[in-house]
């Protein structure tokens, strides 16, 4: 398959050379069914009342949604938001770099490695550093891996190693390449197609040829046999299984337990020149976060997630996995799953440094980013976990719900691999399969 040919030029893979390159740059350098929280002092009022947020259709931006249509923006005096649907991860890059004053954005529903690789410059033309901050993780959960159905009687699951000679026996078989599409380089649904396949065995390097597929041309795709197994956020798994076209091997969930995955962030310097107006956003994320969590409004939410200015997509695609019941498509069927997706439950919208770390430990992993990146001093740079602790204390968030570390402590991975924070290497040393062999974090 000729990949230029399906996948915009703007997503289209970096070299690791140049990826490199630009690491090594920073390297040297009250609604309905809401529940009324409790007024506290709200400060200054917001420097400007416009921002432009990109969003990709995917159900994990439903708080950018429900912040829109329940003004909650309004409400915390954003009066000019613009909440913008973006092709493909790579147009959402591609417009944070911009910035809203040449045309593009000032923030976005991101997958959570992007503000870091941005700020690197590792994913930017000419390697050009373009300085992030997440303000908030937008959730915890949901994605899926989904595989063709000429693997359905391989009943594919967590373990993939009868996965990994089929994709052998098919590349000698044909001589042509197989291929496992993601979403971004260095992304979340790339670590965690990579993660899963380096578990069983399967090195995504050597084994599998991975291509960018923004997510609402995943389904297209496989239809046509462009690829034989795809991670991708919901709606997509869901409506590859109604489509009959190849089924949902597993939830990303199940890789790791409540893992973070996508991200609300704006850039620096827009954060910097507007401190009240990014607070007044994230209190209107937060706001909408707790709405999306409550089980009677998720219908409701699937309803408005389905909207032709949102996702785009039938209600019925969306729905059943917005409440945490997930139809496989391959005979498992399961309600109310402990891996559903979470929004402010068990922390969802509080950004852990600590998931941060893991996430860039990954990248230099597959060799996105530099093995002597200064991962503490990047963090520093990009979490703005502070921020968010400010607008929870505003909101009148119990002190409870309010985490009392920047880490969630130790992490389990389904094949037993532990990631503590305190040791990165540690947990890059165990690792068997790894583009950069002896890296450190």
Wanted: proline share 6%.
């Amino acid at each position: 398959m000729d990949n230029s040919k399906r996948v915009p030029p703007s997503t289209a893979a970096l070299s690791r050379r140049s990826v490199l390159q630009g690491a090594a740059v920073l390297g040297a350098a009250t609604v309905a069914g809401l529940a009324p929280l409790r007024a506290r002092a709200q400060g200054s009022a917001p420097e400007t009342r416009a921002a432009k947020l990109g969003f990709i259709a995917l159900t994990d931006a439903a708080p950018l949604f429900v912040a829109d249509e329940k003004g909650l923006f309004k409400k915390h005096g954003m009066t000019e938001v613009e909440v913008l649907k973006q092709s493909s991860w790579g147009a959402t890059r591609d417009n944070l770099v911009l910035g809203s004053r040449s045309g593009g954005i000032d923030g976005a529903h991101i997958l959570t490695p992007m503000p870091y690789l941005i700020t690197t410059g590792a994913v930017t033309a000419n390697n050009q550093p373009v300085p992030m901050s997440i303000l908030a993780r937008l959730n915890l959960g949901g994605q899926g891996i989904s595989v063709a159905n000429e693997y359905k009687d391989l009943k594919v699951g967590l373990d993939n190693k009868a996965f990994g000679k089929a994709l052998l026996a098919k590349r000698l078989k044909t001589g042509k390449s197989v291929n496992a599409a993601m979403t971004f380089p260095g992304g979340t649904h790339d670590l965690w197609l990579r993660y899963w396949m380096a578990a069983g065995g399967v090195d995504p390097n050597r084994d599998i040829n991975t291509i960018v597929v923004p997510p609402p041309q995943m389904v297209a795709n496989m239809k046509v046999g462009s690829m034989d197994a795809l991670c991708v956020g919901e709606p997509w798994n869901l409506q590859l299984v109604h489509q009959k076209v190849g089924y949902c091997a597993l939830t990303t969930g199940e890789i790791w337990m409540n893992h973070p995955e996508k991200a609300f962030a704006m850039r620096t310097d827009w954060v910097q020149a507007n401190p009240n107006a990014a607070k007044a956003l994230l209190k209107a994320v937060m706001e909408a976060q707790m709405y999306c969590e409550e089980p009677k409004n998720r219908a409701e939410v699937a309803e408005i997630c389905a909207r032709r200015r949102w996702i785009n997509a039938p209600v019925e695609d969306i729905a059943d996995r917005i409440k945490g019941d997930f139809d496989y498509g391959n005979g498992r069927v399961v309600t109310n799953s402990p891996f559903q997706m979470r929004f402010w439950r068990d922390n969802a919208s509080y950004p852990f440094q600590s998931h941060d770390l893991w996430f860039l430990t990954e990248n230099i992993r597959w060799g996105y980013l530099p093995p002597n990146l200064d991962t503490k001093a990047l963090i520093a740079k990009v979490n703005r976990e502070d921020l968010w602790r400010v607008a929870a204390k505003e909101l009148g968030v119990a002190d409870k719900d309010i985490p009392k570390s920047t880490s969630r402590g130790v992490e389990k991975f389904f094949d037993g691999k532990v990631f503590d924070p305190a040791n990165p290497k540690k947990y890059l040393d165990s690792l068997a399969i790894k583009a950069l062999k002896g890296a450190t974090a």
